[in-house]
């Protein structure tokens, strides 16, 4: 079905909404991918953090104008499926590498993050980077080590010195 003049703009808008909030794109080619697919597809789009849309490329172009993902204008062509991360950078490239295990028609073509554009084969990457809650982990990890590591070292000064067991020794025969 065909959209009206007012219809493209609204699409073009909403586009253009996300576009300037997300922290990725992943354009997928989706040809032969079936209707429960496409419906799982979006469900754990939804689930993730993952704007997911099917709309001409004409409309994409026109969205993408000033916002950083302007440099894949020349590169959407054919049939594509867009992807946005709106939370975390990787979900994108995760979703699209996780349906494609299972879709071989399912095929990244276009990958851009922080304003370059990537080869297809950059989905990998981006979907390896470590989610919000794995980022915060190691980052709580890498914090708390040197504590640790102090901790440590003043338990081990004080079982040299003797004085780790000999105080509640002392403690109990007072």
């Known amino acids: 079905m065909a959209l009206n003049l007012s219809q493209k703009q609204e699409v073009v808008a909403e586009l253009a909404a996300v576009a300037a909030k997300a922290h990725s794109l992943?354009?997928?080619e989706y040809a032969g991918t079936t209707v429960e697919q496409m419906t799982a597809m979006r469900k754990k789009a939804r689930e993730t953090g993952v704007f997911l849309k099917v709309v001409k490329n004409t409309l994409a172009s026109r969205a993408v104008v000033s916002t950083e993902f302007e440099v894949v204008k020349?590169?959407?062509?054919g049939?594509?499926?867009y992807a946005f991360s709106m939370e975390e950078p990787g979900a994108a490239g995760r979703?699209?590498?996780e349906f494609a295990k299972g879709n071989d028609k399912l095929k990244a073509k276009v990958v851009s993050v922080e304003g370059k554009l990537l080869?297809?084969?950059h989905v990998e990457v981006l979907a390896?980077?470590?989610?919000?809650?794995?980022?915060?982990?190691?980052l709580a990890r890498v914090l708390a080590e040197p504590a640790a590591m102090f901790a440590r070292a003043v338990k081990a000064?004080?079982?040299?010195?003797?004085?780790g067991e000999a105080?509640?020794?002392e403690a109990a025969s007072a």
């Open 26 to 28: 992943v354009a997928a």
């Open 74 to 77: 020349d590169a959407l062509t």
């Open 79 to 81: 049939p594509l499926l």
């Open 95 to 97: 979703l699209i590498k």
């Open 119 to 121: 080869p297809a084969t």
């Open 128 to 138: 390896s980077l470590p989610t919000r809650e794995e980022a915060l982990a190691m």
């Open 157 to 163: 000064v004080a079982d040299k010195q003797g004085g």
């Open 167 to 169: 105080a509640p020794a």
